[in-house]
């Protein structure tokens, strides 16, 4: 079975750049997450997916962050324009429906902006 | 302010020793707490889960342990290997939805 799978691992964009992370889950699993880990701080949740829906996007930082996830499938998370503060690894991750599940992480993207 | 604290960024131990990492958390209703570990460059991956209702969970070598009145869990490694190394997360999932909170994560470091 496939696990999460993050694309790209790694991108370095210029300030003020569009930059769009893709986040492919596990197959049959409805809730989907995004995370970011900046510069030795703690994981901070960004938002979360059932389905195609927005389940809570009270992690997101401001507006220049979009995330997408047409379909109920895989989903993505565009930055719009890129700032230095956003530099950081993003996780995703992904679980299935019912409560008491463990979540599955992809790699992460490393994104840089410089 | 809700906050989930780890007892302390970096542990060391000698192998064969158990292990014993920390969680706390304020101003939160957990349903259940997992805990993850991380190693460098990837993502955290799964490793037990506890439910409020429940003391204590074990696997293999594992042992989790979740106080809610202490709001306090334990996690445990027992006769520890070098190959344990790495960064251990705790993450609470709250009543009111299911999303997943983290820790920062204590570094484990299991020396031979």
């Known amino acids: 079975e496939a696990g999460v799978t993050q694309f790209p691992s790694h991108s370095v964009i210029e300030k003020g750049q569009t930059v769009t992370l893709r986040c492919d889950p596990i197959?049959?699993?409805?809730?989907l997450y995004w995370y970011r880990r900046v510069m030795g701080k703690e994981i901070k949740f960004l938002l979360h997916f059932v389905k195609e829906s927005k389940q809570d996007e009270s992690g997101m930082p401001n507006n220049r962050f979009l995330a997408e996830r047409t379909g109920g499938t895989y989903s993505t998370l565009k930055v719009q324009p890129a700032e230095l503060e956003d530099s950081g690894v993003y996780f995703c991750?992904?679980?299935?429906?019912?409560?008491?599940?463990?979540?599955?992480f992809g790699q992460g993207t490393r994104l840089t902006v410089v | 302010s809700q906050k989930i604290e780890q007892n302390s960024e970096a542990l060391n131990i000698q192998e064969g020793k158990t292990a014993t990492l920390t969680c706390n958390y304020t101003n939160y209703s957990p349903a259940y707490l997992q805990w993850y570990r991380q190693d460098p460059g990837r993502g955290p991956v799964f490793l037990l889960l506890i439910r409020e209702n429940e003391k204590e969970k074990r696997k293999e070598r594992l042992k989790v342990t979740f106080d809610t009145t202490l709001k306090q869990s334990l996690f445990h490694i027992t006769a520890s290997q070098p190959a344990d190394s790495a960064t251990y997360l705790c993450a609470l999932v709250p009543y009111n939805n299911n999303d997943m909170r983290f820790g920062a994560g204590t570094r484990l470091t299991v020396k031979p």
């Open positions: 197959s049959g699993h409805d809730n």
């Open positions: 991750a992904s679980s299935q429906t019912s409560w008491f599940s463990a979540a599955f």
